[in-house]
């Protein structure tokens, strides 16, 4: 039960009931409670306020009352105590952060919908989270709200149980339908974020391909080495040779097939690919890259007069240059929620080599 009167906080009494200089109104709660207040610091905290402290009353009255109903007595003298001292307690927020968000909403008092806000989203759950959605709504709460749709999105089977769905159903099918083409629109998004993630995946493997193959042709590794070098039994493997070995294979398999022209293995057309994404990529003078079909490759290139080939070649070949560029920096790689796609995939989706 509301108390028909009550006293201003005791932080701020001897101020409102002191000085006659000071005009004090009256706020009127729902349960019959009036709470004294200054005009002047209600004025400066709410626009909303201040209109109607000014608006003249309807009986001519010595005593000013803005009545605050539809929300708890108690949960008025909270939203007063914070316009005098800016500050709410946890306790407060636990029991009043509903009714005090739509206060600072209809008042327009921002410092207070932040707090509320920020208490609201630390509060949610399954059970609240259809109600909370709904009142972020009305109160134009964009940050409650899409941790709310976030919430519903990753747990919607869970949601469909709760009695705020089911009331949700019954009587608000357009913010249904909002919640429904938001999961719609979430899901293409966790999609196009994981096939950029693939991809990023992808032109990371492709650089570090191109510098194994670099590697290989100019140094030698554990298995494969320029024509001109003889390789140590006992070299160690690279920092790279989880790469640097299936390179190796290839290469091997490579040299020592004969059939390669379109229609034969697959496996040599991958490695005539990466020759060639090497040629694109090169800098060095023809005379000193090590890496075998660097110069035809260019020369190859520049007589290729499929258009559509070439922009898509291209494209190829300013994604691994950018990957090649991050990776120099030493920023952390982009890692794919699923399991990347093979190089030869990868190649195979951008590029169509006629070998």
Known sequence: MCRSTVSP????????????????????????????????????VSPVLESAIDTPGKHRSSEKTIPILGVPCDAVEVFVRFIYSNRCTEEDMEKFGIHLLALSHVYLIPQLKTRC?????GRLAIENVVDSLQLARLCDAPD?????????SNSFKAVEETEGWKFL???????????????DEDELRTKRTRKHLQEQSLYFQLSEAMDCLQHICTEGCT???????????????????????????????????KKRVNGGCVRCKRMWQLFRLHSSICESPDSTCRV?????FKIKGQQVKNKKEVARWE?????????????????????????????????????????
């Not at 409650?144 to 519903?152: P, Q, S, T």
């Not at 075998?292 to 035809?296: A, K």
């Open 292 to 296: 075998p079909l660097c110069r035809q």
């Open 169 to 183: 159903q019954d009587n608000d099918p357009y913010l249904e339908l909002e919640i429904l083409k938001f999961i």
């Open 144 to 152: 409650l709200y899409l941790k709310c749709m976030k919430l519903i």
């Open 9 to 44: 906080p005791h932080h701020e009494s001897d101020h409102v009931s002191g000085g006659s200089d000071e005009t004090i109104v009256y706020i009127l709660t729902s349960g019959g409670r009036r709470i004294p207040a200054h005009a002047k610091i209600l004025a400066s």
């Open 315 to 355: 494209l190829l070949v300013r994604k691994v240059v950018a990957a090649k560029a991050i990776s120099s920096l030493s920023l952390p790689k982009m890692e794919a929620q699923e399991k990347p796609r093979s190089l030869e995939d990868g190649l195979n989706n951008h590029v169509s080599v006629a070998c």
């Open 223 to 257: 298995s494969v080495g320029p024509h001109d070098k003889e390789l140590s039994k006992n070299m160690a493997p690279c920092r790279k040779f989880s790469i640097c070995e299936g390179l190796q294979n290839s290469i091997k398999h490579f040299a020592n097939r």
């Open 117 to 121: 806000t920020k208490a609201l989203i």
